[in-house]
């Protein structure tokens, strides 16, 4: 856009008006730079081309000698500038997060009223809220009561305290979920290979009490069993659960739990990006304009 | 009408007087926020058609009339 308007605009914009002589400045342009400024400036570009280089050359490393299977990319609904999470996807994922995951892990920071008009109505959330029970109180004679959940209440924890989770789980604590898919390396690839990569100890692996075999777990022993098999669940609208399936609508889930506001941002991307196209042809008008009035000068002094 | 006659017309009407100026950038200002909320909305909403809200909705709603197991795709 910039180059079209530069196109149409530039005699306009380098014509200069008044009584201003106009020459050839070159003061500002690389044409007249001394032999020496030429080579340290080129000096410069390529050490920052080259530190450039380096520095990615090192973040794409192959990372061969971690003890740890790299996960595979996935296509995720979500993945892409202006994707959306799919909220069918999402809404089988609450689903298996509430009968399968919430036997062990929280989901600490999420509350009922915030899946209102994103997977469910208002009156099934209600409903949806309303099967936990929860501690509330006191009451006017200083007991605590227990209540139906409401709208405004996070989603029930599985354990009272950590140290009840741990007690119950062989020593392990089970993360906390709404992030987890911000917390760990790999995002939601990470999880979704480790729901499914489950396997078989290869021999020379001595696996600890209640431990099991993951390759995309770092160290290979991990605390958790395997939670997601064929038909383990049955979904409402009848997609065919497999554990695949499964793995894949509870990632789409946590990644939304992890990033609520991902679908705003991306919306605001567009709009931005609009704006600052527009704000972009009119700052190179306006430099343009500037500039011609500079660049038609020449000063010099006369030393007597 | 030639170029002149318009940045003639132009400036009479809008750029000669504060007043005038004003009012303009104000409604130019509403007319471009307007235009590039709704459309970019719209261009969202249709690179994720089938993905919102609105989709899953009218599938459960589906789903809850025929509750005989008829599963509707």
New interface residues.
């Given amino acids: 856009m910039a180059a079209i308007v530069g196109r149409a605009s530039r005699e306009a914009l380098l014509k200069v008006s008044g009584n201003v002589q106009p020459q050839n400045a070159r003061n500002l342009s690389f044409q007249n730079m001394s032999k020496g400024k030429k080579m340290a400036l080129g000096a410069l570009g390529t050490m920052t081309a080259g530190g450039i280089g380096f520095a990615v050359a090192l973040n794409t490393a192959v990372l061969a000698s971690d003890f740890v299977v790299h996960p595979p990319k996935f296509p995720w609904?979500f993945k892409g500038l202006?994707?959306?999470?799919?909220?069918?996807s999402m809404?089988r994922g609450f689903e298996v997060y509430k009968q399968v995951c919430a036997a062990c892990h929280s989901l600490e920071y999420i509350r009922y009223r915030e899946l209102v008009?994103?997977?469910f109505?208002k009156d099934?959330a209600k409903a949806q809220a309303a099967e936990a029970t929860y501690v509330d109180g006191p009451n006017d004679k200083g007991e605590m009561f227990e209540r139906p959940g409401k709208l405004t209440d996070v989603m029930p924890k599985p354990y009272p305290n950590p140290e009840a989770a741990k007690a119950a789980n062989n020593g392990a604590l089970p993360p906390d979920l709404t992030f987890i898919t911000r917390a760990r390396h790999g995002g939601p690839d990470y999880i979704y290979a480790l729901l499914t990569g489950y396997k078989e100890a290869p021999a020379g692996v001595n696996l600890g009490e209640g431990q099991h075999y993951n390759p995309y777990f770092p160290g290979g022993a991990i605390s958790m069993a395997q939670a997601l098999y064929n038909e383990i669940i049955e979904y409402?609208?009848?997609t065919p659960a497999t554990q695949s399936q499964l793995a894949k609508d509870v990632v789409t889930f946590l990644a939304w739990c992890a990033e609520p506001e991902g679908?705003t941002r991306?919306?605001y991307f567009?709009?931005s990006m609009?704006?600052m196209g527009v704000f972009m042809g009119t700052l190179y008008y306006f430099t343009r304009g500037k500039f011609a009035y500079l660049k038609s000068k020449k000063f010099a002094a006369k030393l007597k | 009408m030639n170029l002149q006659g318009l940045r003639k017309t132009l400036y009479k009407g809008i750029f000669q007087r504060t007043s005038t100026f004003v009012l303009a950038c104000v409604v130019s200002a509403f007319a471009f926020e307007r235009l590039v909320d709704v459309t970019g909305d719209q261009l969202f909403l249709f690179i994720n058609t089938g993905k919102m809200y609105k989709d899953v909705e009218k599938k459960y709603a589906a789903l809850a009339a025929g509750s005989e197991g008829e599963e509707e795709e």
Avoid: H, P, T, W
């Fill in positions: 609904s202006l994707s959306a999470y799919d909220r069918d809404r008009g994103v997977i109505s099934e409402q609208d009848g679908d991306k919306r567009i709009k609009v704006f």
